[in-house]
């Protein structure tokens, strides 16, 4: 295999200068941390699609997945691949762009134009690294609130996303609950649990033990842990595919030859594909991007913020939820979702829970299955009927 | 958490003078390998507990896992800890050393005595690091039946071991079948799975991306992979555990605090203890072991040594068979053990199946299960007394 034409290999242009809109604050308009830190100026990138109707009822806002970004349904400015939701979001998709004002941001902490660890730190000229502040999902989220108050939204029609970008759906309906007309958490959980720690810090400690991580000031020194990013990527990816999914696509074929080698060569398909995820992603990603995200998800626990009971995160809420996950998703389990659908009936909230039955695992929000789309588009165009949106006549599905 | 005393700290000595017994193969006895290649002089360390009876006819052979060794009932001259067995061997235990003949022998490639990559080549009186060559079960399995040939015995009462343990029971029941009276293959595997080649592929290019591998040459060059051995270990151990278990002894709790310091320290319990089993690991591993190990690991799939039917790895068998699983066991999960019931049905063999309910999972056959303690003195006392061997009386239990 080998890797795709890279439109920005040393991925310095995307983090410093985006080619997707940005919205920039300044030193009087600070972010106010959860750990307690202000952060200003900063700015966050994103993309948009779609046009904003007159009376701005028609938002919908995607949150992206921890090594997402704002590129939804567009060619990837690094990867120069296809938008990573481009199955659900285009033109009479289930998205549809052509009804819909479509906003996807990159987070906080990220490294594709929204201020990160990598961004030039205006106190010195120089990269972040890890001086830049531990962020939350709560951050990103507030981060995101500004954006959509620049842009003079006042309430989302909704908001989606899957996995980190479900952390953030829920944080939204949690905090900003009046602001959200129908949220979509997809796979995703109201808190990390240990095992999710656990795969992160594994991943957190290849970045850290690979020497060119230099304490994290890999920029100033010219370096980047590529070894210990693609480490990191291998072992979160296990974690993304079911293992029946893995036994379908390899098994335990052998990689161009009918024989093993008897040596640590990619003698198995399956060791060869690891490698080239490891490969591919260190081309896109900032290490310690990686670092602070994967933290951002660790930290999260809404029923934490709300005395521990995670239904009074959800009390007097009128958003419309529409909860997804996946049987074979490992990841974040079903079981997840269910504490999420309790405790919003709990709490007397609108839920509507589809648990759909694929091989595909955790990564089937990113993936064309038929059940997540039709599904989708069933809420979509349910709660648009709700708001008073147009909504076009369908054939019937037989 | 602090390590407890180690007392062999560059692990040397028991690689090279191991302070166990060990029988020695000249360079006329070499050892046939798989891979065509052939290797000698080389050496198998070994323990032994208990009496042989005067027919021989009482012996025990206990394969160990992935990162085990012969130490199964006595202090491991490493680690300074108790043997890892010791649940299940001593006086009156499970595998009864007042009444057994106990062998453990240090696996083919591992490193507390038996050639390994570790040991010094003949030939350049340096490490083998790289230079020796893969192995597979069937090579360490043939290496043990050297041993036991050395011993004078000729029929082993039973063979017992978990994980790759079990996966050398395997190979011992289908290579050496007239050899094996009995059989214990816990929580294995006839093959390995894409999944599990993934996690150790994981493992692999861990200890490869840290600059002190050398290329596998760090005993040359005086320094040691730890970082990169210590992620790897990280990685694996998660494997081991469940994830109740994990939430269970975990959780979300603090590591001696009560909010998160919004930082990269070890901030949750699960990411403190499993830095301490990293540290622990490479103490007392050696890092080529562990690469030649786990490809061991995924080299084996029983039913491929026999026309790709795993059934006819067992015609004809005459051993009887005690398979157990742990439900909570998501590395070796019970379908893989359901797997080998089935070939064995097939084939007309003797075979108990036994799935223990724990949330303990993998780790489980190391642990204190009574149901596996039990399971294990009722199938030893059965097979004991077709044998014609003495069993003693016992209270009904309860």
Redesign the interface.
């Known amino acids: 295999m080998t890797l795709r034409h890279v439109a920005d290999p040393d991925k310095r242009n995307e983090a410093i200068e985006p080619s997707s809109l940005v919205a920039h604050f300044g030193a009087d308009e600070p972010l106010a941390l ?2 307690g ?1 202000r952060l200003g100026p900063w700015s966050i990138a994103y993309q948009a699609y779609g046009q904003l109707n007159a009376d701005k009822s028609n938002a919908i806002l995607l949150c992206h997945a921890l090594t997402g970004d704002q590129h939804v349904a567009n060619i990837n400015p690094v990867t120069g691949k296809s938008g990573w939701w481009e199955t659900m979001v285009g033109p009479g998709k289930p998205y549809d762009t052509d009804r819909f004002f479509i906003i996807c941001s990159n987070v906080l902490g990220s490294c594709l134009g929204t201020t990160g660890p990598a961004s030039l730190d205006p106190a010195t000229g120089k990269p972040y690294a ?1 001086t830049f ?2 962020v939350t999902i709560r951050d990103m989220v507030n981060a995101q609130a500004k954006l959509v108050d620049r842009l003079g939204i006042e309430t989302l029609f909704c908001v989606a996303g899957g996995s980190m970008g479900g952390m953030q759906v829920l944080e939204w309906a949690a905090s900003h609950s009046e602001r959200v007309f129908s949220a979509m958490p997809i796979a995703t959980a109201a ?5 999710n ?3 992160h ?2 991943g ?3 970045v ?4 060119d991580w230099h304490s994290g000031r890999y920029l100033d020194e010219g370096t980047r842990p590529e ?2 990013l ?2 990191a990527r ?2 979160a990816h ?1 974690t993304y595919l079911s ?1 029946q999914a ?2 379908r ?4 074929n052998f990689q161009d030859r009918s024989a ?1 080698t ?3 060569d ?3 398909e ?2 060869s594909y ?2 080239y995820q ?1 490969r591919a992603f260190v081309e896109r990603f900032d290490a310690n991007s990686y ?1 602070f995200l994967t ?1 951002a998800m ?2 999260f ?1 809404l029923a934490k913020e709300h005395d521990s009971v995670l239904a009074r995160a959800f009390i007097g809420s009128r958003t419309r939820f529409c909860i997804m996950s996946f049987t074979s998703d ?1 990841l974040f389990p079903t079981r997840d979702s269910r504490a999420i659908v309790h405790a919003l009936n709990a709490a007397g909230a609108s839920v509507s829970f589809v648990e759909i039955e694929t091989d595909k695992g955790h990564d089937a929000f990113l993936l064309d299955v038929p059940e997540l789309l039709d599904t989708t588009r069933g809420f979509i165009d349910s709660a648009a009927r709700a708001r008073g949106l147009a909504v076009p006549a369908r054939r019937a599905v037989p």
Chains 1, 2 share one sequence.
């Open positions: 959860e750990s830190e890890l502040p531990v808190k990390h649990t240990a095992q720690i656990a795969f810090e594994v957190r400690q290849a850290m033990a690979d020497p070894k210990g693609a480490v291998m072992a296990i293992e893995l036994h696509k390899f098994g335990r093993p008897f040596s640590f990619a003698d198995f399956v060791e690891l490698r490891g670092l933290r660790d930290y626990d490992w």
